[in-house]
């Protein structure tokens, strides 16, 4: 996708209800929707007044706010539907974060996007990753969600132009492929240049940027592979620097459907990778089995 086919109204109209989805139970005035989407109060009222019409926004005649309105209500319930793993990997994960005192996410790929579905944290602290952050689903960002795959799957996204001008070693990222197949699970390591870079790609859209930034970003990214241990790294003595653990759920089809992930964010032995990383697969696991899913029967990958 490029920029040239992007529609700025609909984009407007996307981030206005982002706005209100990221802030629950808000309610905004004109004037303060126009300042923090960065859109005039002409275009802004046009916008908020057809949302109001259709029901989707509602007015407050004595404040002159906005909020969510009751058309979005069987549009959620429909959404919702569709991503019943979500639902149940939010209550499984629950738990999963209060025993390593963690955060955990489900999330998949909708559209060109990887978006969060659901997010958890141990109790009495709030969730890390907001329900509905999203990110570029192209190189550098994305391998996770076509590990488990297909082939062709993985190779349609190693053939998606980059977000980012970096290198990619295709041989050594079918490497990566085989050994989290054959694990089950996939260990990212903690470096500080991935750290920046996914807070950087939170939601933006990497082609929008400028040329030059997007080059001197590039740069901080030498190779995807290197940010993935492998099976060898694991087993040698001491303390891994761990940034996630990732595991996939499988729908009906057996296609991957889910990635469920487990924040470390710390240097843990490969023992206790293992322990996190099994317990992870388990939830994956469940949430499979609870949807009616199954895991897909490989022949062999390349």
């Known amino acids: 996708m490029t920029s040239a086919r992007r529609s700025p109204p609909t984009q407007r109209v996307v981030s206005l209800l982002d706005h209100f989805a990221a802030h ?15 859109i005039s109060k002409p275009t802004c009222l046009g916008i908020v007044t057809t949302l109001v019409q259709s029901g989707h926004l509602v007015c407050d005649p004595r404040s002159k706010t906005y909020a969510l309105g ?13 991503f019943a793993a979500a639902e149940v990997a939010g209550r499984l994960l629950g738990e999963l974060s209060d025993r390593y005192s963690a955060a955990c996410t ?61 290198r990619l070693d295709h041989a050594h990222l079918r490497v990566v492929v085989r050994e989290c197949r054959s694990r089950g699970y996939l260990v990212e390591g903690l470096t500080e240049t991935g750290e920046r870079l996914h807070r950087l790609m939170a939601g933006v859209a990497a082609y929008d940027l400028p ?21 060898a790294d694991l087993s040698a ?14 729908d009906a089809d057996g296609s991957q459907e889910l990635v469920l992930t487990l924040y470390v964010g710390s240097a843990i032995t490969g023992a206790e ?24 029967e490989r022949k062999g990958t390349r």
């Open 237 to 250: 003595r001491g303390r891994h620097p761990v940034s996630v653990l990732a595991a996939p759920t499988y």
């Open 70 to 82: 009751p058309a979005l209500i069987p549009v959620g319930r429909l959404a919702q539907a569709n």
């Open 24 to 38: 629950p139970g808000g309610r905004f005035g004109l004037s303060e929707l126009a300042r923090d989407l960065d």
């Open 106 to 166: 489900a999330s998949a790929v909708v559209g060109d996007q990887i978006v969060v579905l659901a997010s958890t944290a141990p109790r009495a602290r709030r969730p890390g990753v907001p329900v509905g952050q999203r990110y570029p689903f192209a190189p550098p960002v994305g391998l996770m969600y076509v590990l488990w795959g297909s082939d062709a799957a993985f190779d349609r996204w190693l053939a998606t132009p980059p977000t980012l001008p970096v």
């Open 211 to 231: 040329d030059e930034v997007r080059a001197l970003v590039g740069e901080m990214v030498s190779n995807l592979g290197e940010r993935v241990y492998l099976g």
């Open 273 to 296: 990778i293992s322990r996190r990383g099994a317990a992870l697969v388990a939830v994956a696991d469940a949430v499979t089995a609870e949807v009616g899913g199954h895991r897909p």
